[in-house]
């Protein structure tokens, strides 16, 4: 983990929101839901070194894998 991503990210996601909540006010109820659900999937994303993480295919396989034995049978 990267702290210094993720305390960088954090500072970014609260000028962001202070910026912008204000504007937010008019908005309905779930938008302003929407609006912190995806700055803290931003958040939780920042705490992980996804450039070297596996890709999506080889997650994929790791899922399925056991259900290809299955259903080979």
Known sequence: MRWGA???TA???FVIVLFQW???KKTP???KWVFS?????GLGLSMF????MAGPVTW???IFKPFGKF???
């Open 71 to 73: 259903m080979e049978k």
């Open 60 to 62: 994929i396989e790791a």
């Open 49 to 52: 070194e996804l450039e070297h």
């Open 37 to 41: 659900i995806l700055l803290l999937i």
């Open 11 to 13: 500072v970014i996601i």
């Open 22 to 24: 204000p504007k937010m």
């Open 29 to 31: 109820k779930k938008d």
């Open 6 to 8: 993720f305390f960088a």
